[in-house]
C-alpha cells in the first residue's frame, strides 16, 4: 500500500517559527507600534508538549554536580551517557560547577564562585535513566516512549533525583531533552530550578516521521553548519533529515565508483567525502536522527553531466537524464551502491518531481528511442522513474517519490513507495 506524508519544507536558509504565548511585533522605522510578549515565568515551557502529564505547585533546585546513574541492559550505552554529558553542559551553562569532569558552566573558561550561603542542600542530586533494550538500531517506527518522573524528596533520603525509563536509547534522549527543557536558571538564587514539581510525564512521539529538508546542491553548507542544525532537530525532537544533497545546481558529493561526478560541485572546497557523510550520518544517530539521503532523478540533475557529460541527451538538452542510454541507469545504480554503505535508514528519496521531458523528444537519438518503444514522453518519465525505484528495491531501500510521479502514474508505483506530498 502506498504511504503519503504531507511534508512542508523550506529551502535553506530555512527558519523554524515557534508561536510564543503572545505576538511579539517588531517596529523599525515605519512607525509601527511595538508590544512586548508577555513571559509567564510560572510557566514552564515543553516543546513539543508531552501526550500525558502531570505536575504540581513546588520548586526544585538542582545540584550543579548532579550524578548520572543508569540501569537496564541498555542504560549503560556510549549514546545515553554522551546525551547527559551534552545536556550537562546546556542545563549549567550558567552554572559554577557542573556533573563531567568539574566545570561545564562558564562560556569564557572561567567558574562563577557563588557564596555557600546561597544554597547549602539540593533538592534533585541525581537523574537516573533506565533503558530495557540494547538494541540501537535506528529506524523508522523505533520506540521514542519515555516516563519521565520527577520526584519529591523523601523523608529517609537526602536529595530527590529524576528518574527516566524508556525501551530505547531513543526513547532515553527524548526523555533526557524533556529534563532538560523543566530546569531553567534562576538569574537571583543563580540555581538550577524546575518549577511545577513534581512531574511525571508519559510521552511518544504523536507522528512517526518528523523531518527538516536540508537543500546542500543549491546551498552548500560545511559540516559543522549541518551538525548544529542537527543539534538544533533534537532539540524540538524532530527525526529524519531530508538531505537533499544532489540538484541540478551542483553535485557535491564524492561517488568513489563514478569519481567525475563531484566535478558538479561549486568549487573544489564545496565538497562532502565519504568520510564526511559517514560523520554527519553518525553524528545524527547519537541525537536520535535518521538521515534520508535525496538523489533527484531524473530531472533535476544537469549537474551531473560536468563529470559525465554522456548523461546529457545533448548539450543543449542537459537535463532530464538520457532515459536511452543503459550508461545513465549503471551510474544511478553506482550511486545508490555507494550511498547504501553510508546510510543505513530504510527510506531513500529519487525526487522525480518537475520533469520537463520536451528537450527529449527534440534530441534525435533519444527520439529513435522513444520510437522503438512506441513511448511517449509521458511513458519515458514513468520508465525512468519506475526503473530508478527498482535499483533503490534492489539495495534493500524504500523508495520515497514526490509527488508528481503519483499524480502522473499512481498504480504503476511499486506498492511499497512513500509518496511525499510538497
Not at 541492559?73 to 556510549?78: I, L, P
Request: hydrophobic share 40%.
Amino acid at each position: 500500500m502506498l504511504r503519503i506524508f504531507f511534508y512542508f519544507f523550506c529551502f535553506i536558509p530555512c527558519v523554524l517559527f515557534v508561536v510564543l504565548p503572545q505576538p511579539l511585533v517588531v517596529d523599525g522605522l515605519r512607525g509601527i507600534k511595538t508590544k512586548q510578549p508577555h513571559f509567564d515565568e510560572s510557566l514552564t515551557y515543553l516543546w513539543p508538549l508531552p501526550a500525558e502529564f502531570t505536575s504540581g505547585d513546588e520548586v526544585f533546585s538542582v545540584d550543579p554536580s548532579l550524578k548520572l546513574a543508569v540501569a537496564g541492559t541498555g542504560g549503560a550505552s556510549s549514546i545515553v551517557r554522551e546525551a547527559f554529558e551534552r545536556y550537562s553542559k546546556i542545563i549549567f551553562d550558567h552554572s559554577s560547577s557542573g556533573s563531567v569532569g568539574g566545570s561545564v558552566g562558564g562560556r569564557f573558561g572561567f567558574k562563577r564562585m557563588l557564596k555557600e550561603s546561597i544554597i547549602s542542600e539540593y533538592d534533585v542530586s541525581q537523574l537516573k535513566i533506565t533503558v530495557h533494550s540494547d538494541n540501537e538500531e535506528l529506524q523508522f517506527g523505533v520506540d521514542e516512549s519515555y516516563t519521565l518522573l520527577v520526584s519529591k524528596v523523601k523523608e529517609d533520603s537526602i536529595a530527590g533525583e529524576v528518574t527516566i525509563e524508556a525501551n530505547t536509547v531513543y526513547g532515553a534522549l527524548r526523555g533526557i531533552e524533556t529534563f532538560s527543557q523543566l530546569c531553567a536558571f534562576d538569574y537571583t538564587t543563580k540555581t538550577v530550578q524546575i518549577h511545577k514539581a513534581p512531574w511525571v510525564i508519559h510521552d511518544q512521539p504523536r507522528f512517526a516521521y518528523r523531518g527538516l529538508m536540508l537543500d546542500t546542491s543549491r546551498h552548500y553548507l560545511p559540516t559543522t553548519v549541518i551538525k548544529q542544525i542537527i543539534d538544533s532537530m533534537s532539540y524540538a525532537k524532530f527525526n529524519v533529515l531530508h538531505w537533499h544533497i544532489i540538484d541540478e545546481e551542483s553535485f557535491p558529493l564524492e561517488v568513489p565508483s563514478y569519481p567525475n561526478l563531484w566535478n558538479g560541485s561549486y568549487t573544489k572546497w564545496e565538497r562532502y567525502t565519504v568520510e564526511d557523510a559517514y560523520e554527519i550520518v553518525n553524528f545524527a544517530k547519537t541525537r536520535g536522527i535518521n538521515v534520508m539521503a535525496e538523489v533527484d532523478v531524473p530531472g533535476h540533475a544537469e549537474s551531473w553531466g560536468a563529470g559525465y557529460p554522456d548523461l546529457w541527451p545533448s548539450p543543449t538538452c542537459r537535463e532530464p537524464l538520457d532515459v536511452s542510454k543503459n550508461f545513465t541507469f549503471d551510474v544511478i545504480s553506482g550511486i545508490l551502491t555507494e550511498l547504501r554503505k553510508i546510510f543505513p535508514f530504510e527510506l531513500f528519496h529519487l525526487g522525480g518531481d518537475e520533469v520537463n521531458t520536451d528537450c527529449w523528444s527534440q534530441t534525435p537519438h533519444v527520439k529513435q528511442w522513444l520510437q522503438n518503444n512506441n513511448f511517449t514522453t509521458n511513458d519515458a518519465y514513468r520508465y525512468f522513474v519506475l526503473k530508478a525505484q527498482e535499483i533503490a528495491l534492489s539495495k534493500n531501500w524504500t523508495p520515497v517519490n514526490w509527488e508528481e510521479t503519483f499524480n502522473a502514474f499512481p498504480s504503476k508505483l511499486s506498492p511499497q513507495t512513500i509518496v511525499h506530498n510538497w
